[in-house]
């Protein structure tokens, strides 16, 4: 069993809805990152989380502690915003990464 | 200030060569993870240094994989006799603060193919 899960594992919209990408984890953590690759391979950290909320843009990141538990959602999604998801959590000096969520948005 | 930079970005190596992966980190940063990206796989973690010291490298396997991040220079993961199975992204990431405290910034990242 991984150590952190997402949900869904891909994931069609069209422009303009609401996303909302899911990560459960199992370890204690000392802080959760959401990640976003591009196809091209490029990797850019989007939040480090370790309690409570945050709001970039149209992105936003919400982590429970208690029950291990984060989202990250996009408003007003747009096609430029298709890419992997990528949730990580950091235990220590270990490291964790959920398998990705794959993003469509169609124009 | 530049961000963290990886060559080369590709890399081609026969089978039982070796591959020199470099990463320099942001400026300022003395802390850095590397990664590796099978394909149609996720991100492993592989090691994390610091200047002249390796914290963890739990994630290595355990032959022909090496890293370093010497006090001048940039940190280089070494991989010697290499193999098919090698062929994968492999990021690096730097970043202010120790352990997993610290945001992390990533490298494009270099593609090695082993043929």
């Known amino acids: 069993k991984n150590e952190v899960e997402q949900s869904p594992q891909n994931l069609t919209a069209q422009e303009g809805e609401f996303i909302t990408i899911n990560c459960s984890y199992s370890?204690?953590?000392?802080?959760l990152h959401w990640l976003q690759q591009h196809p091209g391979g490029g990797i850019v950290s989007l939040f480090m989380?370790?309690?409570g909320k945050k709001k970039h843009g149209r992105l936003i990141a919400t982590i429970n502690i208690q029950e291990k538990h984060s989202s990250l959602h996009i408003t007003a999604s747009h096609p430029r915003d298709s890419a992997v998801y990528i949730c990580?959590?950091?235990?220590?000096?270990?490291?964790?990464f959920g398998t990705g969520t794959s993003l469509t948005v169609i124009p | 200030n530049a961000g963290v930079m990886q060559n080369p970005r590709h890399l081609v190596r026969r089978r039982g060569q070796e591959a020199r992966l470099r990463c320099s980190p942001m400026?300022?940063?003395?802390?850095v993870y590397w990664y590796r990206q099978l394909p149609e796989e996720g991100l492993k973690f592989m090691v994390y240094?610091?200047?002249?010291?390796?914290?963890?490298e739990s994630g290595m396997p355990k032959e022909r994989f090496s890293a370093e991040f010497p006090k001048e220079g940039p940190s280089i993961l070494r991989i010697q006799q290499v193999v098919r199975g090698d062929s994968a992204a492999y990021f690096c990431?730097?970043?202010?603060?120790?352990?997993?405290?610290?945001?992390?910034?990533f490298g494009p990242g270099t593609r090695l193919t082993v043929t």
């Open positions: 990431a730097s970043s202010l603060k120790t352990g997993g405290t610290g945001e992390q910034y």
């Open positions: 370890v204690g953590i000392s802080a």
């Open positions: 989380l370790s309690s």
């Open positions: 990580a959590v950091t235990a220590g000096n270990q490291f964790y």
């Open positions: 400026k300022g940063h003395s802390h």
């Open positions: 240094l610091q200047k002249e010291n390796i914290i963890d």
